[in-house]
């Protein structure tokens, strides 16, 4: 299976808003409402931001938002701060029932 | 709270087995699905598998004929064999819990570096 394909970096300035791409195909994104979204800062686990496409879990801001349109997922993160600033990985379900995960994006505020 | 912790030597010789256990506290193995992950040094994250304690598993396609995932329900704990490693088998290996669901990971273990080297 291959990895999702993320941009590898973004950026923004503290307020702003910036949205993370993922792209996949039917067979994983495209295929099912199971897509979820990680926030890594350095030498820490992962954590999870959101999942199955659009939900947030407890105690996650609501400056972050998900959505899904055919074989690419999107993270939005809206009035950027500068804790935001991490690498993002996005992973999803697939037709075999094993998971994926995206090459990741490095998010920084400028 | 849910923890996880992973534990196993941190230095494996190329050609050998990379074994890790996960001790998980909080919760029991007899629910939910169990995982590994891993990442190389600067790189990003790759799925190694899960496993149901009813012997459910599934693995990443590319390690499939490398890997098995276990679970001890009487020690509360999983684990990690990874044969024939090589030093791309280098990395940060974590182990984590699947959501309810089965379909997103919402405890991690801290992760343990495992450096494959003569």
């Known amino acids: 299976q291959s990895a999702l394909a993320q941009p590898a970096s973004v950026s923004g300035s503290p307020g702003q808003s910036i949205t993370i791409s993922c792209t996949g195909t039917s067979s994983d994104v495209g295929g099912y409402n199971y897509v979820s979204w990680y926030q890594q800062h350095p030498g820490k686990a992962p954590k999870v931001m959101i999942y199955?496409?659009?939900n947030r879990p407890s105690g996650v801001s609501s400056r972050f938002s998900g959505s899904k349109s055919g074989n690419t997922a999107s993270l939005t993160i809206s009035g950027l701060q500068a804790e935001d600033e991490a690498d993002y990985y996005c992973?999803?379900?697939?037709?075999?029932?094993?998971?994926?995960f995206g090459g990741g994006t490095k998010l920084t505020v400028l | 709270q849910v923890q996880l912790q992973e534990s196993g030597p941190g230095l494996v010789k190329p050609s050998e087995t990379l074994s890790l256990t996960c001790t998980v506290s909080?919760?029991?193995?007899?629910?939910?699905?169990w995982s590994w992950i891993r990442q190389p040094p600067g790189k990003g994250l790759e799925w190694i598998g899960y496993i149901h304690h009813s012997g459910s598993s599934n693995y990443n396609p590319s390690l499939k004929s490398r890997v098995t995932i276990s679970v001890d329900t009487s020690k509360n704990q999983f684990s990690l064999n990874l044969s024939s490693v090589t030093a791309a088998d280098t990395a940060v290996y974590y182990c984590a819990r699947y959501a309810p669901s089965a379909k997103y990971l919402d405890y991690w273990g801290q992760g343990t570096l495992v450096t494959v080297s003569s």
């Open positions: 909080g919760d029991s193995v007899s629910t939910y699905y």
């Open positions: 992973s999803s379900y697939t037709s075999s029932r094993t998971r994926v």
């Open positions: 199955d496409v659009n």
